[in-house]
């Protein structure tokens, strides 16, 4: 079987699946399962080698990875990394795929954390906080996430980047020490009733402790901004992402926590994606 017969046959197998960007995933799929010089396959070298027979252990090795992709695993944890800010990021099934959203949340983030103590809470993969300390010129950079096999996750991509990040397992401020200047946040903010109507990428293979917000997506909102005020110093920013309907929700809660120059942000889509304030001198109620 030539290498070209190879990959026909994944996309087949992914469109009989019905897997969303059947053709973009086998592609992906084969590229990792046949790497030239210990990197996916690029394009150019698949059409020079398109004729040649197919290596064997390529072959097992891509009909695995396409079984995982049809049951609807998603092709980050399959290939275990993705791209985040323009960085490589280690994902397995400990933690959210970063989201290009998210990159939204970041860019507004790195408008004020130079020479600034950061705080990322719920950091998951490290992604927001990582990216922060590589490219913001902060003064330290804080992760914290409740689960241990996000630190573990986290901790691995710092080393993967070079960031000089502390990492801290933590039910939110629990045993963070220390106060900061800006906190950065992508909770857990879907509603729980919600969680079930999610494709089966999401709903049956991503963290649920890192997607489900609660009753009515906003809970790690409001511990969130109920207990802050011993970790946020005075004029400090708060960045939240948010979901595209919890702009207004979440600003009111901001405003009630004591926070002034309260905006919400979209993301490239054009939906409401970043609520953020600074903290008011005097304190946060």
């Known amino acids: 079987m030539t ?28 590229s990792y399962s046949f790497p ?9 070298a698949f059409f020079l080698r398109r004729d040649e027979e197919a290596d064997r252990a390529g072959v097992e090795r891509y009909r695995k990875f396409l ?14 990394e993705t791209e985040f800010m323009g960085l490589p990021f280690y994902v397995d099934e400990r933690v959210l795929i970063p989201r290009q959203d998210t990159e939204c949340l970041v860019e507004e983030a790195l408008k004020c954390c130079r020479d600034k103590d950061v705080l990322d809470l719920c950091t998951g993969s490290g992604c ?9 010129g902060c003064r330290s950079v804080t992760l914290s996430d409740v689960s241990e096999g996000a ?5 691995k991509n710092a080393a993967l980047n070079r960031a000089a990040v502390t990492v801290v397992q933590s039910d939110l401020f629990q045993n963070v020490r220390g106060s900061f200047d800006q906190i950065v946040s992508n909770p857990p903010y879907i509603a729980s009733f919600v969680v079930e109507t999610l494709m089966p990428e999401v709903r049956d293979h991503e963290p649920r402790e890192a997607l489900d917000g609660k009753e009515d997506g906003l809970f790690f909102y409001r511990r969130i901004l109920g ?20 702009g207004e929700a979440v600003g009111r809660l901001m405003e009630q926590a004591g926070f002034s120059q ?24």
Not at 3 to 25: M, T, Y
Not at 36 to 44: A, D, F, L, N, Y
Not at 228 to 246: A, K, M, N, V, W
Request: contains cysteine; hydrophobic residues 40%.
């Open 3 to 30: 290498i070209a017969e190879v990959l026909r046959e994944g996309k087949k197998q992914l469109e009989d699946a019905g897997v969303p960007e059947a053709e973009l995933n086998a592609w992906y799929l084969f």
């Open 151 to 155: 630190v573990q996750v986290a901790e």
């Open 128 to 136: 927001i906080g990582i990216s922060l300390a590589v490219l913001g």
């Open 36 to 44: 030239v010089g210990g990197r996916p396959m690029e394009r150019s």
């Open 227 to 246: 207990n802050c005020r011993d970790f946020l110093r005075p004029e400090g920013t708060l960045h939240f992402e948010i979901g595209s309907d919890q």
């Open 262 to 285: 309260v905006e919400i942000k979209k993301d490239l889509a054009g939906l409401d994606r970043i609520v953020q304030g600074k903290r008011r001198i005097g304190g946060v109620s």
């Open 67 to 80: 079984c995982r992709r049809a049951s609807r695993t998603p092709l980050e944890y399959i290939v275990r």
